[in-house]
């Protein structure tokens, strides 16, 4: 033991040095990097003042056809097209997006295009698109108290905590006791029940259109699918009169949706005597004999003809740009005569709808809801366009059977162009509509249980679902770390009626740390970026030793907790650690019935006792089974002098004197029966007294077992220790690792010494779990609805991995991620082992250990300096004291005084010849 802690210290004072070591290089490099900075931004300023950019085109050119930027053109150029620039675009000139610039109904074109195809698009901005669309349907937790909110609120009351930088510095460091800030995490889950029931208005906004009428006379129609009608002028017969008078009239349109036109043709015209068609200040057609037009040219005035003509002028390009278009009829008349013409539009009928939105939200909810099969409702149209039934009457009734449409502003709007409606049944022509709808899907039997008193539970639930997250909310210490639909909630329009939050209630708390503090003197000038400094202080720590003795634990504990297949001959021999179990509690939706909460008076401070007590026996006893080499060092010297027990040659540090601190001469016992296994019996029947007086008798009967006369039985009755030969397992004993064993016992105490004074009405194996997640050894997996009814969500399960340990909980949870291991789904939770041969595979300075560093200190098991003493590490403060313990030194002292090395030294010599 003096060997042991010799090396523990020259290994603590090495890993000190090393800390020093690489501070120092930490800290010339961050001088270094300070002057280069300097350095660099002196250089920069030069070089700045130095370049003239009067040619911009020999950094970039860009292609005015394609949109694509070239940089560096002639010298190493790099060109990226317009995908590249913008991931997504569907274009494939830069035309098509400056046509853009400066439209908004384009633009809004545009961008309702990119959403209807990222609703279906397999890609990475479909599947992002879609996760943001899909969180409209997500409840949503009040965030005002969540602590990432209000600590940042805080900061940017106090900015003069980030205010600290330097230019020159020089550096600082020391070593001090101090404290280090670990967080502990208390997870808990609520439900969030989506209850749609009620009334609601369900309005649906659409509309459509290519151009919009502003001024002069209003005549637009639909001349079918993908076809509409412009007239200019006012249309009619001899509305003017005179001699050779000419007359105008303007009619002005705005193009609100150039995207969508397709052409547009000056198809047929219609007037007496002379016409003329204007554009802005441009004239494009005349008639009926081109330019003339008395009285303004030559010719006579009266006709006498009412003139009707197709141009076929093609006007399509000023329909296509997204502007207003004023069109002017000059008529010259003798006496009666009118003018008038029609401009043909096609367009692209998906194009047209620029509008087409149901909600709001919650009456959204209420109309899929039923379609769902959650809950029932009436929804009712009390807002309908006027409807035109298109199409052949095909089984003869005297109605046509075509598609049911309705006229929008010249455009012909079908049912089938319009996103559908979120209730079965009603049209999506609606334009608004009445929702009564009522929700139940909480509401039913459960399944029967017994509890451990033998009483049979069948709930039946009948009330109002209650909001079991609005504690959490309230709470500003509980922050929200997930959420999720359970599974089986979710509806076919991916509605979810009951979710699952993930809310940390955790703490801050300080533990004890040594620490290399490494800080930074700055004064002088600063390297500026722009009007801030471009580097700030900063600190640098090593928090070694209690890191170092977390880690030391987890190597330990992982031997404890390990299992591996038989040795067969035929098959390899296969090992896991930190193997747990699945367990699951219920819990009814609504809130009635809650089997999933945790019991009072579980102590992770005994538990750790207790392991902490097993694992200082499997070690020991693991000792004295060793080889003759580790036995003790004394021992081994004196055995080839002669085997008999006397005083001169008596064993100086025995192995089982080293664990059990016995220093007088071994008995006549100890000689006959061996003194290993002696000393392991001693060993394991005060351990088994310990946990027997701490834990009770059932708990330790599931360790310890005795082989008498009457064969194996239970290790205690009554309290009393049982004659015989003590052994580990056997009996009622749990077979497993060492750690199960331990979470066996300990379990059995929380089972026996708290299930008796509680009332509880659930299923002891429920029990079980809450106590294994007070140890904080269990990880939540997920939840489902157990209710196996379409529609229905009555009751809730939690599936849990539980371990051995919450060191054992927290490497599997640091592990899983690295080694792309899962956790499985509520209803199939993957509890598994990490294999042995995966261990390399882990980097271990990502494993953090501050949780479990922690539950160390919270419960006096973490090593600190004033702990570390040999009274308290190998004397009497031992765990493994059995009596009247005197700590190493001592012991090696009483020893030496009765030794004479001489003797032995010339016993060897004269037996080695």
Request: aromatic share 8%.
């Amino acid at each position: 033991m003096q060997k042991f802690f010799q090396r523990e210290l020259i290994a603590a004072v090495a890993a000190i040095s090393l800390i020093q070591l690489h501070a120092g290089e930490a800290i010339a490099q961050a001088q270094t990097q300070a002057q280069r900075m300097s350095n660099a931004a002196a250089a920069a300023k030069i070089f700045g003042e130095s370049q003239k950019l009067d040619n911009l085109d020999s950094l970039f050119k860009v292609d005015q056809g394609t949109g694509a930027v070239t940089f560096n053109p002639g010298q190493r150029e790099q060109k990226f097209s317009i995908g590249e620039l913008f991931p997504g675009a569907t274009v494939d000139s830069s035309v098509d997006l400056q046509a853009l610039y400066g439209n908004d109904a384009a633009l809004t074109r545009a961008g309702e295009d990119a959403q209807k195809r990222l609703a279906t698009e397999p890609s990475v901005s479909g599947e992002a698109y879609r996760m943001i669309t899909d969180s409209k349907t997500r409840m949503r937790p009040d965030l005002n108290n969540d602590p990432i909110f209000w600590q940042v609120d805080e900061l940017h009351a106090d900015p003069g905590r980030l205010s600290t930088v330097f230019g020159e510095c020089k550096t600082q460091h020391s070593y001090r006791d101090s404290v280090r800030r670990v967080h502990m995490p208390e997870y808990r889950t609520c439900e969030r029940v989506k209850d749609v029931g009620g009334s609601a208005i369900l309005r649906h906004d659409y509309s459509a259109g290519v151009v919009r009428h502003v001024d002069g006379p209003m005549n637009l129609a639909s001349c079918g699918e993908g076809c509409m009608e412009l007239w200019i002028g006012r249309v009619g017969d001899n509305y003017w009169s005179g001699t050779c008078a000419v007359f105008e009239q303007e009619t002005v349109v705005e193009v609100i949706n150039p995207d969508a036109v397709l052409s547009a043709t000056l198809d047929y015209v219609k007037y007496d005597d002379y016409m003329q068609v204007w554009l802005g200040g441009d004239k494009i057609w005349g008639g009926p004999h081109g330019d003339t037009f008395p009285p303004e040219t030559e010719g006579s005035c009266e006709l006498a003809t009412s003139w009707e003509q197709n141009p076929d002028l093609d006007v399509t390009a000023p329909f296509q740009t997204g502007q207003v278009l004023s069109f002017k009829i000059r008529v010259s008349v003798t006496g009666g005569g009118e003018g008038y013409g029609r401009i043909r539009i096609l367009y692209d009928p998906q194009r047209a709808i620029m509008r087409d939105e149901w909600y709001p939200p919650s009456a959204v909810a209420a109309a899929r809801a039923a379609g769902d099969g959650f809950c029932s409702a009436t929804t009712t149209c009390t807002r309908m366009p006027d409807l035109v039934d298109y199409g052949p009457d095909a089984d003869g009734d005297g109605q046509p059977d075509g598609p049911v449409c309705a006229e929008i502003a010249g455009v012909r709007v079908c049912e089938s162009q319009l996103s559908s409606s979120p209730a079965s049944g009603l049209s999506a022509m609606c334009m608004e509509a009445s929702v009564e709808s009522s929700c139940g899907f909480w509401r039913g039997p459960m399944e029967c249980w017994t509890d451990p008193k033998g009483v049979e539970h069948c709930p039946v639930i009948d009330s109002e679902p209650v909001n079991s997250c609005a504690e959490l909310e309230a709470n500003p210490s509980c922050g929200i770390i997930s959420s999720e639909c359970v599974a089986g909630a979710e509806g076919a329009s991916g509605t979810c009626y009951v979710q699952t939050e993930t809310w940390d209630c955790g703490y801050e708390r300080e533990i004890p740390a040594i620490e290399t503090e490494t800080g930074y003197s700055c004064v002088g000038s600063m390297v500026m970026c722009g009007d801030k400094p471009c580097v700030t202080t900063s600190y640098e720590q090593s928090p070694a030793f209690e890191e170092a003795a977390a880690a030391l634990y987890a190597a330990r504990f992982m031997g404890m907790d390990g299992q591996c297949t038989p040795s067969d001959g035929t098959n390899n021999v296969t090992c896991d650690i930190f193997k747990g179990d699945g367990l699951e509690c219920k819990k009814a939706v609504a809130g009635v019935v809650d089997c999933c909460v945790r019991p009072d008076g579980v102590s992770m401070a005994d538990y750790l006792t207790l392991l902490f007590q097993m694992g200082k026996l499997a070690n020991a006893t693991g000792i004295l089974e060793a080889s003759e080499g580790i036995r003790g060092a004394w021992e081994t010297l004196t055995q080839p002098i002669d085997t008999a027990w006397t005083e001169l040659q008596k064993p100086f540090v025995q192995a089982w004197q080293s664990v059990t601190g016995g220093t007088e001469a071994a008995a006549s016992e100890v000689s006959s029966k061996g003194i290993l296994t002696v000393a392991q019996q001693e060993l394991m029947q005060e351990t088994a007294k310990f946990i027997a007086q701490a834990f009770g008798d059932a708990a330790a009967n599931s360790l310890f077992s005795v082989v008498g006369r009457d064969g194996v039985t239970s290790a205690f009755e009554n309290g009393n220790l049982a004659s015989g030969e003590m052994q580990l397992g056997g009996g009622e004993a749990f077979v497993g690792t060492a750690m199960s064993w331990v979470m066996t016992a300990y379990t059995i105490y929380t089972v026996t010494m708290l299930l008796i004074q509680i009332i509880w009405a659930c299923e002891q194996s429920e029990f079980e779990l809450g106590a294994k997640r007070q140890l904080k050894s269990c990880h939540y997996v997920g939840s489902y609805c157990k209710t196996k009814v379409l529609g229905q969500c009555i009751e809730k399960r939690e599936a849990h991995c539980c371990f051995a340990s919450p060191l054992s909980r927290i490497l599997q949870e640091q592990m899983r991620p690295q080694l792309g291991l899962s956790w499985g789904t509520g209803e199939n939770p993957q509890c598994g082992g990490i294999p042995a041969e995966r261990l390399e595979e882990v980097d271990w300075s990502k494993v953090d250990l501050s949780e479990w560093m922690g539950i160390l200190s919270e419960t006096g098991h973490l090593p600190t300096t004033d702990k570390m003493t040999a009274d308290r590490l190998t004397g009497s403060g031992s765990y493994l004291s059995t009596a009247a313990r005197l700590n190493t030194l001592d012991r090696l002292k009483e020893r030496w005084t009765d030794m004479d090395a001489d003797a032995v030294r010339r016993k060897i010599e004269s037996e080695l010849r």
